[in-house]
């Protein structure tokens, strides 16, 4: 197999990481960390990953505030956002809102953001809250920009150029995870302590939507841990 230019560390460390010389395990090593990189990313409650997107494409629903949340961070820019854009299709100027906080995706527009809310009919109209609909379209850069991405320039996938931003305890965790899943192959990784007569064993994990990460790779990836917004 080859390795996703998405991927959070490459092959070279990982072998540089476990010692292992020559090609002979390559695809298997390819293949630990791109689950490594997937159980990161369900871990941080990342699912569009934390690669670079030059142009990325959200909908996203308004509540009425001067705020709404674009769900891959860190924000880089905005291209545009528009309004309703399968009917009314208005660009909101830019000179309207700026990124309140990168890393959490906030946006922030002074005069408020549309309530994007059906409304019921009875005496009166009102609105049903729990309704919103998606009906911001936002364009924009964001992500990090991984080593595998920098490497696999002209590659005709998800190549770009400039230096590689991912921060460096991101990719130490998936060459912890990745290296611990090679050396730990025939043996539940969970396991940290053991003794033979009179069998006892602890365990170092933590529990999170990405299954069972060891605890020290946990520790790691906890200020990465996003709440998705609806």
């Known amino acids: 197999m080859s390795l996703s230019s998405n991927a959070?560390?490459?092959?070279?460390?990982?072998?540089?990481?476990?010692?292992?010389t020559g090609s002979a395990e390559d695809a298997r090593l390819e293949r630990l960390i791109e689950a490594a990189?997937?159980?990161?990313?369900?871990?941080?409650?990342?699912?569009?990953g934390f690669y670079y997107e030059a142009a990325r494409v959200d909908d996203v629903k308004g509540y009425g505030t001067p705020l709404i949340h674009l769900p891959k961070t860190p924000v880089l820019s905005i291209a545009s956002i528009v309004w309703d854009p399968t009917d009314d299709n208005d660009t909101v100027p830019s000179t309207e809102y700026r990124i309140d906080d990168a890393?959490?995706?906030?946006?922030?527009?002074d005069q408020g953001w549309q309530w994007t809310v059906?409304?019921?009919?009875?005496?009166?109209?009102?609105?049903?809250?729990?309704?919103?609909?998606?009906?911001?379209?936002a364009t924009y850069a964001c992500g990090y920009k991984t080593a595998n991405q920098v490497a696999a320039v002209g590659d005709g996938g998800l190549g770009v150029t400039g230096t590689r931003s991912l921060p460096h305890d991101l990719e130490d965790?998936?060459?912890?995870?990745?290296?611990?899943?090679?050396?730990?192959?025939?043996?539940?990784?969970?396991?940290?302590?053991?003794?033979?007569?009179?069998w006892s064993a602890g365990y170092s994990v933590t529990h999170g939507p990405g299954g069972l990460v060891p605890a020290d790779v946990a520790a790691v990836l906890?200020?990465?841990?996003?709440v998705a917004f609806a």
């Not at 009919?121 to 729990?130: F, R, V, W």
Request: hydrophobic share 35%.
């Open 103 to 109: 890393d959490m995706g906030r946006i922030y527009r």
């Open 37 to 48: 990189t997937k159980a990161i990313e369900r871990y941080c409650g990342r699912r569009a």
């Open 118 to 137: 059906s409304y019921g009919q009875d005496i009166t109209e009102h609105p049903l809250p729990g309704t919103e609909e998606r009906l911001f379209r």
């Open 173 to 198: 965790a998936c060459l912890m995870l990745a290296a611990l899943r090679y050396r730990w192959a025939p043996r539940d990784p969970a396991i940290n302590t053991e003794s033979l007569l009179d």
């Open 8 to 20: 959070l560390c490459t092959l070279a460390d990982l072998k540089a990481e476990l010692g292992v």
């Open 222 to 226: 906890n200020p990465y841990r996003r």
